[in-house]
């Protein structure tokens, strides 16, 4: 199996001590975190980590059962990049003058999406949005003037087919679980074990 | 804490008796709440408040005084396994809590279940290098199955109620609950105790499928070779009985991994012997020569499968498992039945036809006679005068009647005795299977000894392992316990030994272990022994340590380089397991 991307989406308690949790078991596989969010989610309390690597989908399978282990994790869900969408945010600080002098601002601004978040006398900071290669696109025609600093998010993820986990919540809530979260759902379909 | 779900109709029910207690206090009215009997632990600065509470405790609730942390955990363990209950530990902050981190680590892969409380520093101090304070949520978070610090005294009681939950239900393991002193001492208004009974994130058991044991039945039932390997699932899901009733009525060899010894009689004529790297002849062999493989409650270590990509290549498998991290993590299954296996193996037995197997049968029995001819007649007959530790343990089994709780260390007395122990109870082999601790077996056996006090209870260690906790002689002395130990003195450390001979060219680098003279040492702590050399000595030695109504020690001198056989060299498939 060759390694590919995957965006792993964790919704949890909101506990101190539990992004250690589930970073160690990442940090004991020896397997390197490409970016990792945490966030509110769309219940109130329940947070919401977007994590991705670079792996195999049979580690990344096994990964998701370690970290649905955990006490405090409702469930994770693991997805390529075709059923999500997603962005991340990068910011990109640079020199006025440079800009004025060199740059057709404008241009810049359309063809990557960008906005000036900052203008001042000294420096400007532009920001953009968008998938890796979007924002790599505009550090790359930055360069060329001096970029003074640059800094990019984790990835945010939305799950294409997801209903939202309102429904999922209620299931948990009670003792006698559903249908919904009947977790070993995945035996009925192996090879797709934890997508939606 | 949200997370923390009680049923609003267990609320209502509740008396509002409220009283006011310091959190020590209200610790210890949850310990008896959950029938706490036996804590093992060690006083500290910063578990103070919560001895001092206990001083008035001490009528309801027995401590046992250790002589080092590390000693406080494996005796937890060793409670816990031989009784089934809850094992019970109290540290202070740094250096106490450091000490349980093996424990923890050995309680985690043998899925024990502990609840441990250490004391921390005053809340303000945290994050200041006060004294003795340390990081113990992060350093024991790899280690527990849940952990968590308290640093108000009100959330104890639902705190604890979680603790004890998470311990024990589900796949057992280990809780570390970190308690700041302020929260110790500090008072509230404890309300009648509610255990937890549901959290919402934590599912211990799933919705058991029929689809499954169906498709499983099917392939049970089409089976010319099946075979059942099973682990320590079986006797924490107190699934003994219907464990034997699936065996018997499908007439498959049933054989254990080492946690899994006990769970039936080694002499149920099922039973085929022991899996893995030091176990039969028969059952490794015929692992790749089964077409269904039925894994009960285990979860194919590596020194149960050897080679991984050469072990039951031919079967189809099924694992019954209640974790779903242990399906298809390391052997791909056919069909998986997560569950706990009181609930499946019952439903699995009625789809089940009744067979005998006889042919099937007729092949272990054959890889047995291989086996007691090359590997058990010369380790029961050795052509020397110095005994064998195969000698040792058997003598043991016909004076026990195999009875007894053996508690064990790790090495080459490990592997013998879970070899050729006899056993006919549950819960009567304890070992530390997973982490491999040395120095496990004498805590652990004082544990189990408060834990099943009826029974007899031997703690069997090499010369090496002993050495590692023998201070726990003291807690033997001063709680008066009747505690049998058994050195198997080889003067060396020997399984690292055996490798060296076996792999590294006899290159014997530092296994050349000395020792104080052990039964002067018990002597010492007022603890009566002998040493045996001559095999003449020994079923004497052994009676005399039986009869004796006090902890008695016996430092038998064994063959300095005796090999444990068959073996299953690492690296290697299972059908490549060596009788010599």
């Known amino acids: 199996m060759i390694k590919q991307e995957f965006t792993i989406t964790v919704y949890t308690e909101n506990q101190i001590g539990l992004l250690n949790r589930i970073a160690i078991i990442f940090s004991r596989r020896k397997i390197n975190i490409e970016s990792m969010n945490t966030s509110p989610s769309e219940i109130d309390g329940i947070h919401r980590f977007t994590i991705v690597i670079n792996e195999t989908e049979e580690v990344v399978k096994k990964l998701c059962r370690q970290i649905e282990k955990q006490v405090e994790v409702l469930k994770a869900y693991f997805n390529q990049n075709d059923e999500i969408v997603w962005q991340e945010l990068a910011l990109y600080k640079v020199s006025t003058d440079q800009i004025v002098e060199k740059v057709k601002v404008e241009r810049l601004l359309r063809k990557y999406g960008a906005r000036a978040v900052v203008i001042r006398k000294d420096y400007t900071v532009f920001e953009t949005t968008g998938h890796r290669e979007e924002t790599d696109g505009l550090l790359e025609a930055l360069e060329p003037y001096g970029v003074i600093e640059f800094v990019r998010s984790a990835r945010v993820a939305i799950i294409n087919e997801s209903s939202g986990f309102h429904e999922k919540l209620k299931e948990f809530e009670q003792t006698e679980p559903g249908e919904l979260v009947i977790e070993n759902e995945y035996l009925d379909k192996k090879d797709e074990v934890f997508s939606m | ?580």
């Open chain 2, 1 to 580: 804490m949200e997370t923390l779900e009680i049923k609003k109709d267990n609320k209502s029910k509740a008396k509002q008796k409220t009283r006011k207690l310091s959190g020590s206090a209200a610790l210890l009215e949850v310990f008896l709440s959950e029938k706490v009997e036996t804590i093992f632990g060690y006083p500290g600065g910063a578990i103070m408040p919560i001895y001092d509470a206990l001083y008035d405790y001490q009528q309801k609730l027995k401590h046992v005084l250790v002589r080092h942390e590390q000693g406080a955990i494996h005796a937890a363990q060793g409670y816990a396994r031989a009784s089934g209950k809850t094992g019970i530990v109290f540290a202070t902050s740094g250096p106490g809590a450091t000490n349980l981190v093996t424990g923890l680590a050995d309680a985690m892969i043998d899925s024990t279940p502990l609840v441990c409380i250490t004391g921390q520093v005053y809340a303000h101090l945290l994050g200041t290098d006060a004294f003795q304070e340390t990081d113990v949520i992060n350093i024991t978070t790899p280690v527990t199955k849940w952990n968590y610090q308290i640093t108000d005294a009100t959330e104890i009681p639902n705190v604890l109620a979680k603790a004890f939950y998470l311990a024990a239900s589900g796949r057992p393991g280990p809780v570390l609950i970190d308690i700041t002193k302020n929260a110790q001492i500090q008072e509230f208004d404890f309300e009648e105790y509610i255990p937890c009974e549901h959290i919402r994130s934590y599912r211990p058991k799933p919705i058991v499928r029929k689809k499954y044991l169906e498709e499983a039945a099917k392939l049970i039932n089409e089976a010319k070779k099946p075979f059942v390997i099973f682990g320590q699932g079986v006797m924490l899901g107190e699934a003994e009985t219907e464990f034997k009733n699936f065996i018997e009525k499908s007439g498959i060899p049933a054989a254990w991994t080492i946690l899994g010894m006990s769970a039936i009689p080694t002499d149920h004529p099922l039973a085929v012997g022991m899996l893995g790297m030091h176990g039969n002849y028969g059952p490794n062999v015929l692992t790749n020569e089964c077409d269904i493989l039925i894994a009960v409650g285990m979860r194919f270590d590596d020194r149960v499968t050897g080679r991984l990509d050469k072990y039951a290549k031919q079967a189809k498998v099924i694992h019954l498992d209640i974790d779903p991290a242990e399906i298809d993590k390391n052997v791909k299954t056919t069909v998986s039945i997560w569950g706990d296996c009181k609930e499946t193996l019952p439903l699995l037995t009625q789809l089940v036809d009744k067979k005998s197997h006889t042919a099937w049968h007729q092949k272990f029995k054959d890889f047995q006679k291989q086996e007691d001819e090359k590997c058990i007649y010369p380790e029961m007959h050795p052509d020397t005068n110095v005994l064998s530790m195969g000698e040792v343990i058997d003598a043991l089994n016909e004076l026990t009647g195999g009875n007894a709780v053996l508690v064990t260390d790790v090495g080459q007395h490990q592997m013998v005795t879970c070899r050729y122990a006899k056993f006919n109870e549950s819960k009567s082999n304890i070992t530390s299977g997973g982490l491999g601790t040395m120095g496990f077996a004498l805590p652990a056996a004082i544990g189990a000894k408060f834990g099943a006090p009826q029974r007899e209870v031997i703690a069997i260690a090499g010369d090496g392992g002993f050495q590692m906790t023998l201070q726990e002689l003291g807690t033997i002395m001063q709680s008066g316990l009747n505690v049998k130990i058994i050195v198997l003195n080889n003067q060396f450390l020997g399984m690292v030994r055996q490798w060296q001979e076996l792999f590294n060219d006899r290159r014997y680098s530092f296994v050349d272990i000395q020792s104080p003279d052990f039964v002067e040492l018990a002597k010492s702590y007022r603890i009566a022994g002998q040493k045996v050399t001559e095999r003449s000595a020994l079923k004497k030695a052994l009676k005399d340590m039986l009869d004796s109504p006090e902890a008695y020690l016996l430092d038998i001198m064994v063959g300095k380089e005796n090999n444990v056989f068959p073996m299953v060299p690492q690296g290697c498939s299972v059908s490549e397991i060596r009788l010599s």
